[in-house]
């Protein structure tokens, strides 16, 4: 992998991370576009994920300190506070919520990645998530005010975010529908998204960590690592402030567009 390569793939990770679009799908997508060996880049696209918690977590400062001084108060750490108490049931609902995924990835990852990590079912599963875009934004407009985010609406998004382990489906995308389809608003949903989001990715790239050193040898060289890394945390950044401010005013409709026409054009490549 080149440098030219490298800050590509980390623009394309950090930009579609967050937009409702599917990183890993793009992922795979560009490295097979590029000529890459997308089974030997699983220490690059873990680099690429934590620029994109780097992201997150700058983005969203007050919360995740937010969450700090609230889980310590919890441990009786730091003395609690009424304003801590938001961020007490906040917790339960990111922990509560992110169960399904970790299940699905410690049982499921290495499978989930033999079958589906290629350009056929990235683009099926595209076009699917496209489709569920729209009968989710046709659910909200029966809601006559916005449902606060309660624990069971917490339990069915993390089912949803467990989905996106499959490459295609949007993690951002999945998670906010699911909010949507429960009465959420879009940018309630997506905040909620994204807080969850923390521990997964930082669970799933720890997990990949591990297993790359059991396999051995680093299969890409640093610099192309720390290239990517930092690429994927600046349009990381850039990504998900445009999407905040998008969804206050629009919907997901045209999001549902763009994965119609790449996961049509995916399957396409797929064939030739």
Sequence with gaps: MGFIDALILGIVQGITEFLPISS???LVIGES???????ALKSFDVAVHMGTLVAIIIYFRKDFVGLIMGFLSLIHAIKPRPKHEEYHKLIL????????AVLVGLL?????????????????????????????????????????????????????????LIPGIS??????????????????????????????IFGAGMLTVVKE?????????????????????????????????????????????????????SVLLSLT
């Design 213 to 265: 050193m059991r396999g051995g040898e680093a299969t890409v060289e640093l610099m192309p690592i720390i290239v990517g890394f930092i690429a994927s945390a600046a349009a990381g950044f850039v990504s998900v402030y445009f999407l905040m401010k998008f969804l206050k005013h629009h919907t997901l409709k045209v999001f549902s567009i763009y994965l119609f026409v790449v996961g049509a054009i």
């Design 33 to 39: 576009v590029l000529g890459l060996d997308v089974e």
């Design 171 to 200: 993690r951002s995308g999945s998670t906010i529908a699911a909010g949507i389809f429960q009465g959420i608003s879009r940018e309630k949903a997506a905040r909620f998204s994204f807080l969850m989001a923390m521990p997964v």
């Design 24 to 26: 890993s799908g793009h």
């Design 93 to 100: 609902f990111i922990v509560i919520g992110s169960v399904p």
């Design 108 to 164: 499921l990852g290495d499978s989930i990645d033999y079958w589906f990590r290629n350009t056929m079912y990235v683009g099926l599963f595209m076009i699917i998530i496209a489709e569920i875009f729209i009968i989710a934004e046709g659910k909200l407009k029966k809601f006559k005010k916005p449902t606060e985010l309660k624990l069971g609406h917490a339990i069915i998004i993390g089912c949803f975010q467990a989905l996106a």
